[in-house]
């Protein structure tokens, strides 16, 4: 019995990594919020993290152990904390599927180790970006994705 030969997958150019990937339905949200994040809203190419391992992120090296997981976009920003000069600004997940408590739950868990000061949850319809409300406790989500100025100015220094 002779198998099927294996489909031809699409494939799509990373606007910062300058990869061919394959186009999933997941990579095609996150291709289309890195065009955004450099084209529209001013986020510098040159610190945007795409897929990073948490190990691999600067200010985590010497950190605790970390679980082997990876971030979809990670924008860093110089200036930003006392002790770093280059730390996470917004962390950003990415999904092809409806945008849940569950992704929501998933992305405030990644931040437990990168601290980024903003996250933020996409898929093809709907983008949602959080901050923690220290008084309340809890995150607050607001239906965009904001200047890369806008969130440096509001980081917590």
């Avoid at 955004?36 to 945007?48: A, D």
């Avoid at 709907?126 to 890369?148: A, D, E, M, R, S």
């Amino acid at each position: 019995m002779k198998s099927k030969p294996k489909r031809a997958s699409k494939v799509i150019q990373c606007a910062v990594r300058k990869i061919l990937v394959e186009a999933t339905p997941e990579e095609c949200v996150r291709q289309a919020i890195l065009v955004q994040l450099v084209n529209q809203l001013g986020y510098p190419q040159g610190y945007i993290a795409v897929e990073k391992e948490l190990r691999q992120m600067p200010h985590l090296m010497h950190q605790r152990p970390l679980p082997n997981r990876r971030a979809d976009i990670v924008c860093f920003a110089r200036g930003i904390h006392p002790c770093h000069a280059v730390y996470p600004l917004l962390l950003i997940e990415c999904k092809a599927v409806k945008l849940t408590q569950k992704v929501i739950n998933q992305i405030i868990g990644y931040n437990y180790f990168v601290q980024s000061y903003f996250i933020a949850v996409a898929n093809e319809d709907t983008i949602q970006t959080g901050w923690c409300n220290l008084k309340k406790g809890v995150f607050t989500f607001v239906p965009y994705l904001p200047t890369y100025e806008a969130l440096r100015k509001n980081c917590i220094k």
